[in-house]
């Protein structure tokens, strides 16, 4: 028994502290937001979704008891979720300010709070894992991006590897608790884990696509082309008009002049 605490300990722990990281991870992508003052392309959902899904574990936490690893990580990712989605709110486009409202009506109150109620009057547990389905949205919602984009920027490596061990973490911590709520959904984390890296490796060389590239209008002809200054041109006719004036057959020399030129 007491072995048996120790390990849920251990993994408990460990899987705090990759959970911190992987939390932290979007630091750097809000720092450069914060700079340009602009979301530059950057979608709110899966800020939205990681939200939704701390509270979900706090909440199956608070129900089963004795899962005060669950509350802790989950007690920071609420605050540093709400961060996130705050620092995107203020920066980012009207349009995808108002898509980032409906989706934090859709989950963070509309669907926490039917989950909330519907387990309240029940009285019972969940009765399969509080995120199921949600766990791996933001993973998925990745790849398809790395797919859809061919380029790992929105992708870090470091991100997907502290995802891929705090879903092993996890997993061990829940087969301790014998909880399978908390053990079966992250096989499913590590396999998505292990699936980004392999994205990340397919994809980290392959060339940006550049605007010439996404419009074939903006590109340059295989013709070549000629510049003409008009400025200069200018100034040499002037500086020749006045000379041909000097001479005896005036006309002669001005149209020689302009033949020149």
Known sequence: MALHLSWVFVFGILGNAVSFMVSLAPLPTFYQIYKKKTSEGFQSIPYVVSLFSAMLWIY??????????????????????TFYIVTY?????????????????????????????ATYFLKKPFPSSPDFGLHLHGIRFGCRKV?????????????????????????????????????????????????????????KNHP???VEESDPKLQLSDHPVVVVDVAKLGSDVNAVIPNSTKSNNGGRTEGNAFNKV
């Open 89 to 117: 709110f203020y920066y980012g486009p009207k349009k995808e300010k108002i898509v980032t409202v409906k989706l934090m009506l859709l989950f963070n109150v509309f669907g926490f709070g039917v989950i909330f109620l």
């Open 208 to 210: 940006k696509k550049t």
């Open 60 to 81: 199956y936490a608070l129900l089963k008891k004795d899962a005060i690893f669950l509350i802790t990580i989950n007690t920071f990712c609420v605050f540093i979720q």
């Open 147 to 203: 797919i859809k984009t061919k380029s790992v920027e929105y992708m870090p490596f470091t991100l997907s590897v502290f995802l891929t061990l705090g879903a092993v973490m996890w997993f061990f911590y829940g087969l301790c608790l014998k909880d399978m709520n908390v053990a079966v959904p992250n096989i499913l984390g590590f396999i998505f884990g292990v699936l980004q890296m392999i994205l990340y490796a397919v994809y």
